[in-house]
Structures are given as C-alpha cells and as structure tokens.
C-alpha cells in the first residue's frame, strides 16, 4: 500500500493545481499532500523570512483548512474524556445510517453528513471556524441596522494588569466579576443612561505569553443613539468606574486598562478580524508557518491566542500543552459572545445557540450531492489514516475520480454515486454524464458521457473518472440529447 504521508508534490505543482483546481496532475497523489506535507511546502516557498500574502489567495485558504484539521487532531488528543471536541466530526451521528461526502458546486464546498458535531468555540478549530463565520455577519447585521436607525457604534476594551503565576481560573473569575460590578453598579447604570447606550456586545478573549501569562480581555461594541456621543468623556467616566470595579476583585489596571477607539473604522475592522485565527487578516494556519520557519523561541515570545497556542503545539512545543489544556478546562461552557438583552431582538436577529451554528453553517440552500459513502468500518479507516481534511478538499471541487482512488489506496473501496445527467467537465470539453462502470479487468471506473460540442459530431465519449469534474446537477438539456 502507498503511505499516503509520504507523498509529495513539489511545491510548483502545488501552486499550479491551486490557481486551477480542476487542472488534474496525473502524478499526483490522489489525496494529494496532508497537512504535514502543506506545512513544509509552506516553509520552502515562503524561505527566510517569507510573506505568506505572496501565495494566491486560494491556497492560502486551503491550506488553512488542511491545517484546522490538524490541528482539531491534536486538540481531540488533548481533550478530557468527555469533551466532545474528542468525537467531532470522528463519531458517527446517534441516529446516522452512514457518512456521505457531500459536494456543493456552486459554492465548491463539500462536508460530512452523518457525523457528530461538537459546536465548541474554545476548542475545536473547525467549528470555531464555521461559527466565527456565522457570529460576524450576525455582528455586521447589527451594526449596521443600528447605524441606518441613526446610532452610533464605539469599539471598547478592558483589561486588567497581570501577574505572570497568576491562575488562570482565579484570574478570570476575578475578571469577569469585575466587569459585572461595572455594568451592575451605580456607575454603570449612570453611564448608560448619560451616553444613550441601549446595548452591548462584549467578546471573552485570552492570550496567553511566556514573558506575562494569561491575559484575558473583553472587546465591547456599545451602541449608542446620543448623537453627540463624545468618546473622550465617556473614556473618562468609564476608566475610572473599571478601575474601582477591578480593584474590588484585588486586580489592577494599567493605563492600557480600558481603552476606546474614536472611529468607526476600528468596528469594522474588528468585525472583518472577528474569528481570524490570529487576529490578522490571514487564515488560520497561515500566519504560524512564518514563524514556523524561524526559530521557536521568537514565537515563544508572543502574545499567543489559543489556537495559536494549539499551533504551537502540534509543531512540537510540547511545554504548552499545560497551557492549552489549563485554557480548555476554565473556558469550557463559557459564551464567547454576550449581546445585551434585548439588542437582538431590536434588530430582529434571532438568539441562535454555538451548536446550532455549527450544524447551521452546513445547511444552505444550494444544490448538493453525494459524491461517495463509505461504511462504517470504511470511515473508521479514514479516520485512522488522517485524510478527513484531504479528502473534502478532493470533494470540494468535484474530483470524484481522485476521491476514489485516493480511497481505494488507503484500502477504502467505495462507488462513486455519480447520477446520469450530471454536468461534468471533460478533456473533451463539458459534457452530460450517462453512466459510469467499473472496469474490473482494468481495475477502474470509467464514464460514458456525452459532450456538449464535438468535432464529426462525435458526441459520444468515453473517459476515465479521474479524468473528468463533477460541475453540477441534471442538465435540463438531458432529455433533448439523448
Ligand atoms: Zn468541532
């Protein structure tokens, strides 16, 4: 059998099969690289010092998908016995018959159907993807609205000082108290009513660096209808009622405490970052191979969000993993995002829950099929041989042929569930597809289709699947050709 993680594609193959996914390289691998392998194309063609922005946009992307898998492979690793991160998208759904891979053309998409979903933010990097998605434009909805009902939007940030031992589940209790006394208090009640706030949307985040420890934050967006809202004076009010709230939970602030941005743009921003894995404009997964390239100690001294710590991990700083596995339990249950009551519901944007974000992310309304189903026992060996990720990347865009046989190597022998009437794309052009066979003499699948143009009216082809793409559904032009 080929180890599948032994192949490579150099890296100019990479870029080429990137800038167009249906060109097929027949020396390629049908499951093509994994991720350990994306990571080291990564280092040669970024060198020393190297942009990740110099790679087209596309291979970023997949590459950062690729690496997401990798890196929920190691969080499962790390999780407790009962964290569902451990079974997501590995365990068979409770009521599931089977697994599918799902392949959606005209976003060139493809996921699993028939698996469990663990929907959490913190700790899984895949649905924390699927999620982030969701969460922002839910976000953008609402600032906007507010902005169109004549309101204004400030971007807001406390912190508080901290101590490098300090324990994580101390630090935050104590955190989040603080910031309860300051939105419960008084003060706070004052503050609202004097700057016209009727709400807020406050996002938990925590960085973790070895120079200073944990450190967790809260972002505020806080929506206000005073006209002259003035940023200056409510910075003022507000640093002072943090500081005596932090202070009555025996933390500190610094001058870096409370913080307001004065312009619009800086909520904008903060939405497009919102759920990028750094808080960059890269995919996750991405940023990490510049530094990967460098020496650890320089990403040791970051400022290191969680998944970057996970990144860190699974390239081999096991010294973190106290860290990640200190983070996962104290943020465990805990809602990422707080919107204020009432402010959904002003705007008419429904309470939806992290999990079902994440089943709902899967759920549109394009057009889907299923492009194979392996069997329980099948998908165990997919699982084992790590090639989740690869294998939807195949899916992703249509290559059912490559599916298959990427399969088929593994030791996974599956049918391709190809419908005559697809529309596909063929050497020969694109073309209806009428039915396809296995060669067991020649031991592979070939297809009949017909084409949509030919030369001595010769319509009528025969390819290998590898050879052809899946682009779409039935062909309304079906019944007329045949
Ligand atoms: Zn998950």
């Known amino acids: 059998m080929i180890d599948l993680r032994r192949r490579q594609s150099n890296t100019d193959e990479l870029t080429r099969s990137a800038a167009d996914p249906r060109q097929r390289d027949p020396a390629r691998s049908a499951l ?7 990571s080291s194309h990564a280092r040669k063609k ?153 709400g807020t949307v406050s996002v938990l985040e925590v960085t973790w660096s070895k120079e200073n420890g944990w450190h967790p934050h809260v972002h505020e967006l806080v929506f206000s209808m005073d006209p002259n809202f003035d940023p200056e004076k409510f910075d003022q009010v507000m640093r002072a009622v943090w500081r005596s709230a932090a202070k009555s939970q025996g933390l500190k602030m610094n001058g870096h405490g409370f913080q ?38 320089g990403r040791m001294e970051r400022h290191l969000t969680p ?24 943020f465990k249950g805990r809602k990422q995002l707080n919107y204020s009551p009432g402010l959904k519901a002003m705007y008419q944007v429904e309470e939806t829950e992290d999990e079902e974000l994440a089943a709902l992310a899967d759920v549109e309304q394009d057009e889907e099929f299923t492009l194979v189903r392996p069997s329980p026992g ?41 419908q005559s009437g697809w529309r596909v794309s063929t050497p020969g052009g694109d073309a209806t597809l009428l039915s396809v066979k296995n060669e067991s003499t020649r031991g592979r699948w070939r297809c009949s289709v017909l084409l949509d143009q030919a030369e001595n009216a010769q319509r009528w082809r025969a390819f290998d699947l590898v050879e052809i793409v899946v682009i779409g559904g039935p062909s309304p032009g079906l019944a007329k050709a045949s």
């Open 378 to 418: 099948q998908w165990e060996t997919i699982v084992e041989k790590n090639v989740r990720g690869n294998l939807l990347e195949l899916a992703r865009v249509g290559r059912v042929g490559e599916l298959v046989e990427g399969l088929a190597e593994i030791g996974v022998e599956v049918e391709p569930l190809l």
């Open 46 to 198: 970024l060198g020393a010092g190297g942009e990740s922005s110099a790679l087209p946009q596309d291979q970023r992307e997949r590459m950062a998908r690729l690496r997401r898998w990798e890196l929920q492979n190691h969080a499962a690793k790390l999780a407790g016995a009962k964290d569902r991160v451990r079974f997501c998208l590995r365990n068979m759904a409770y009521l599931a018959d089977g697994v599918e891979i799902r392949y959606r053309p005209a976003k060139q998409t493809a996921r699993y159907t028939g698996l469990q979903t663990c929907g959490s933010v913190w700790h899984c990097p895949i649905c924390a993807a699927k999620i982030s998605e969701q969460r922002r434009s839910e976000l953008a909805r609402i600032v906007e609205a507010h902005i169109a009902a004549g309101g204004s939007v400030w971007m807001t940030t406390y912190t508080i000082r901290h101590k490098k031992f300090n324990d994580l589940a101390d630090l935050l209790k104590r955190f989040l108290e603080a910031r309860r006394v300051a939105k419960g208090g008084n003060a706070g009640i004052r503050l609202r009513r004097d700057f016209q706030i009727i």
């Open 32 to 38: 093509g690289s994994n991720a350990n392998t994306v």
């Open 307 to 330: 998944f970057a710590i996970l990144d860190a991990i699974a390239d081999g700083c096991d010294e973190l993993i106290p860290r990640w596995q200190e983070y996962a339990q104290v």
């Open 260 to 297: 307001i941005d004065r312009t619009y743009g800086a909520v904008a921003d903060y939405i497009a970052k919102f759920g990028h894995e750094p808080m960059s404009d890269k995919p996750w997964g991405v940023e990490s191979e510049i530094t990967k390239g460098h020496i650890k100690r």
